[in-house]
């Protein structure tokens, strides 16, 4: 990093800008809080939360599992043409929200300002050219010979060659469009395919955890990395059993974490023969209305119809309320499979609403549909979605008849939500803090905190000798259970000397008798 006052790259556009700038404009409080700050959108979870994430986490991990689920970790990039092609071109993740990049492999571009570092850099591309490294496309070529030509002129010109040099050289294609994930569905179905996953008997049932990233205006619940719990199932059957066994894990998961205030909605979005027909007749429908909607709406009912009945604007609600209905032109199949679902939904004790808006914003589902809702989150409510997806392995390349339905919870929201409720489970917080003084008591001390490690207990051990006041009184901010005594007495008589800290209750204890008593006031929850 540059000093203040000298020009240097800002981080977010790559533009060149003086530092004093940067920081008046991102770091109002440079000189206290240092330089950098977390990217619009992005948050750092940190201790005081992570162990909510984390228990959040493993809960998933564990009611998943009891179904049958296995863990997948899928790369967080993929090929863009993955998530183009699979969620669909005029969805707004693919078309507004995606974070994509050239693969730029060993060629560095940069922002070259002098003759010198112009003529470097031309030397770098035209070596690359030969080389091979920049791949061999007809553009290429063309702007391979415009970064040489301005190069030649900017001695001459100044600027304007300047200018020309930096954008031939930033629109040269140097390789593969990649793109972080914005969800992990299209991952998922990718290595499906790739390891011939079809071919394992029965449904192949995978969960994932982690983050995804779209490029969204952030708020309350809305963030441009943020977290989420998903699962999957792929293979031949698409019996309605599965979507209902699936929402029956997802409520049992809600409910094990404590999130009750939910609501389950469902719709069926039809397949791909009967959802054309109805999206047409949509479409005329719309048309109709055309001039009374809002623009987003207006330019939806050509590049994607269903996603007009989303609208939240309150003006579009009662025109959006006299549309057709998805559910009068199921064809029989799609209603038999819908209607099996309700059934089997009750089956299970599922309360559920229907909601025929239900669309969801990706184009590869079909059929069955879902979103929870929880409470205390405001407009960005909805803590899962999911639905079926049954052409999509096809539509990758995969076997043909592999069906698939899945959802995915947003960890950010449900967790929000859990904390507005204020029901927070009782996490293990740190447990015993080793108060230690003299020569005598520090080896005893360090194998006694080795022992209650190795039994579970989280241990602080004070790396340097404290008065004992001042460790007990440490041993209390840090939110200590127990400060355990060891002072040169105890040391010589191989004794230990217990305080819980919530009432300074203190009894003296043989090495094995305290074992003993710490497992047992931690079996009690203590
Ligand atoms: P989607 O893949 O859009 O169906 O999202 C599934 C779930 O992920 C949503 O119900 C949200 O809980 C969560 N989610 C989606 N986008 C975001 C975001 N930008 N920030 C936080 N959570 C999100």
Request: with cysteine; glycine share 10%.
């Amino acid at each position: 990093m540059g000093q203040r006052g000298t020009p240097g790259l800002h981080a977010d556009s790559g533009l060149l800008v003086c530092f004093d700038g940067f920081a008046a404009r991102h770091c109002p409080e440079m000189t206290e809080k240092g330089q950098f700050r977390a990217i619009k959108g992005t948050r750092d979870i940190l201790p005081a939360d992570s162990a909510l994430w984390n228990w959040f986490e493993q809960t998933a991990r564990d009611v998943f599992e009891t179904y049958g689920f296995r863990d997948i970790r899928l790369p967080v990039f993929e090929e863009t043409v993955l998530f183009a092609r699979s969620i669909g071109e005029e969805t707004d993740v693919v078309a507004k929200e995606m974070y994509t990049f050239e693969d730029r492999g060993n060629v560095h571009v940069g922002y070259p300002q002098t003759v010198e570092e112009i003529v470097r850099s031309n030397e770098a591309v035209q070596a690359a050219w030969q080389a091979g490294r920049i791949p061999r496309t007809f553009d290429n070529e063309l702007r391979v010979g415009l970064i040489q030509n301005a190069c030649d002129r900017v001695s001459e010109e100044g600027a304007p060659a300047l200018l020309r040099f930096i954008a031939e050289l930033h629109a040269l294609d140097l390789g593969d469009s990649i793109t972080l994930r914005p969800e992990a569905t299209a991952g998922s179905v990718r290595a499906y395919i790739e390891h011939g996953m079809h071919t394992q008997p029965g449904n192949v049932k995978l969960y994932y955890i982690g983050p995804m990233f779209r490029r969204e205006r952030p708020q309350k619940g809305r963030y441009r990395q943020f977290y989420q719990v998903g699962a999957e199932v792929l293979g031949p059957s698409d019996a309605p059993a599965i979507d209902a066994e699936m929402l029956e894990m997802l409520l049992v998961f809600f409910d094990r974490v404590g999130l009750t205030k939910t609501t389950l909605y469902i719709n069926s979005i039809g397949c791909h023969e009967c959802r054309p027909k109805y999206v047409e007749r949509l479409r005329e429908e719309l048309r109709k209305v055309k001039e009374q909607l809002g623009a987003d709406s207006q330019r939806r009912i050509e590049t994607n119809t269903l996603r007009v009945l989303d609208s939240k604007l309150p003006h579009e609600q009662a025109i959006i309320e006299k549309l057709p209905r998805i559910s009068e032109h199921l064809c029989d199949a799609c209603r038999e499979h819908f209607a099996k679902l309700k059934e089997e939904l009750k089956l299970r004790n599922i309360a559920y609403q229907e909601n025929w808006r239900l669309v969801r914003g990706l184009d590869y589902y079909t059929r069955t549909t879902f979103e929870v809702t929880a409470a205390g989150l405001g407009s960005q409510n909805a803590v899962c979605g999911g639905g079926r997806y049954d052409g999509l392995v096809e539509l990758l390349g995969g076997p043909a008849g592999i069906k698939g339905i899945g959802f995915a919870i947003g960890t950010d929201r449900a967790i929000l939500s859990l904390q507005e409720s204020g029901k927070l489970p009782a996490l293990r917080g740190f447990e015993v803090f080793i108060a230690w003084m003299g020569a005598k008591a520090y080896p005893v001390a360090v194998a006694i905190a080795r022992k209650l490690r190795a039994r579970g207990f989280s241990v602080e051990l004070p790396p340097e000798e404290m008065k004992f006041k001042k460790s007990l009184g440490l041993a209390n901010k840090l939110g200590a259970r127990y400060a355990l005594i060891i002072g040169e007495d105890e040391a010589a008589s191989g004794t230990y000397t217990l305080k819980r800290l919530v009432d300074a209750q203190q009894r003296k204890f043989s090495e094995g008798e305290l074992l003993e008593h710490l497992a047992s006031e931690r079996g009690q929850g203590r």
